[in-house]
């Protein structure tokens, strides 16, 4: 059961290594080299953004909602996730000297809701 629990986040994770590889390959850069370089502001605000998701489940539901807590859930979960992701990694970004230009923000923005919203809502739909 509780592997079961950890597949939504193993989802996220994956997402956010093939946006990463994808802006990688769109400049033509190494993706095997700087992947890690490039993953770890957003795995960062990932992690982060799951940690936030789930205090925010046990603080309106109560403690015992962490073991009640559901990953696959569009609102808040995923929104929290996704805003996570973005705001700490374009932070975490900035603070190591690594780009972030306004476009790429956008960019980012749009394939990481497409990513980890997206999934969520199609999961919603089959249910």
């Known amino acids: 059961m509780?592997?079961?629990k950890l597949v939504p986040f193993v989802v996220d994770a994956v997402l956010v290594i093939v946006f990463c590889a994808i802006g990688?390959?769109?400049?033509?850069?190494a993706v095997a080299v700087g992947l890690l370089r490039t993953v770890w502001p957003f795995a960062t605000g990932l992690v982060v953004g799951w940690v936030i998701a789930v205090a925010v489940a046990a603080g309106r539901?109560?403690?015992?909602?962490?073991k009640r807590f559901d990953g696959r859930r569009l609102r808040p979960t995923g929104v929290i996730i996704w805003l996570s992701t973005l705001i700490g990694g374009m932070l975490l970004r900035a603070v190591s000297g690594q780009g972030v230009a306004l476009s790429f923000v956008i960019v980012a923005a749009t394939v990481l809701?497409?990513?980890l919203l997206g999934w969520r809502v199609a999961m919603k739909?089959?249910?």
């Not at 990688?24 to 850069?29: G, L």
């Not at 539901?61 to 962490?66: I, L, W």
Request: no cysteine; charged share 40%; aromatic share 4%.
């Open 125 to 127: 739909a089959l249910r």
């Open 61 to 66: 539901e109560g403690a015992s909602a962490a």
């Open 2 to 4: 509780r592997v079961k």
């Open 24 to 29: 990688r390959r769109s400049h033509d850069e």
């Open 113 to 115: 809701a497409l990513f």
